[in-house]
């Protein structure tokens, strides 16, 4: 059974950092491009960052890029998100999702395994 279960979120003063993890089962990180979105209440999900664990393909939206980062370790079977100099726009709910093989992109309808959620908040 595939399963992908996301920690580390909590609340966190503006340009504080939190780390994201992202835990596999039933696959290895390896075969999949595992992705990161998000969702502000009202708003529509947001693509914010993937990787491609064998070949270290990543990407980050505009929103992120600079200070959030994204790494995949096969041995454990995780992949991170560490998020840095945090900012009240990025309270969201973060989740991590999952396709098997390269995948350059963050459409959600193309992501078939996802996880439960975990809130992030940020406060001014």
């Known amino acids: 059974e595939v399963q992908l279960v996301e920690s580390g979120g909590g609340s966190v003063q503006a340009g504080g950092s939190l780390r994201l993890s992202c835990a596999v089962s039933?696959?290895?990180?390896?075969?999949?491009?595992i992705a990161w979105f998000r969702q502000a209440p009202g708003q529509e999900r947001e693509g914010i960052s993937y990787?491609?664990?064998?070949?270290?393909?990543?990407d980050y939206a505009d929103s992120v890029q600079g200070r959030f980062f994204i790494s995949g370790d096969n041995v454990k079977n995780t992949v991170n998100l560490q998020m840095n100099s945090l900012k009240p726009e990025d309270t969201a709910v973060y989740y991590c999702?999952?396709?098997?093989?390269?995948?350059?992109?963050?459409?959600?309808?193309?992501?078939?395994?996802w996880g439960q959620g975990i809130q992030v908040t940020v406060f001014s």
């Open positions: 990787i491609g664990v064998r070949d270290g393909d990543v």
């Open positions: 039933g696959f290895t990180v390896d075969d999949y491009t």
């Open positions: 999702a999952g396709i098997p093989g390269p995948y350059r992109g963050w459409e959600p309808f193309s992501f078939g395994s």
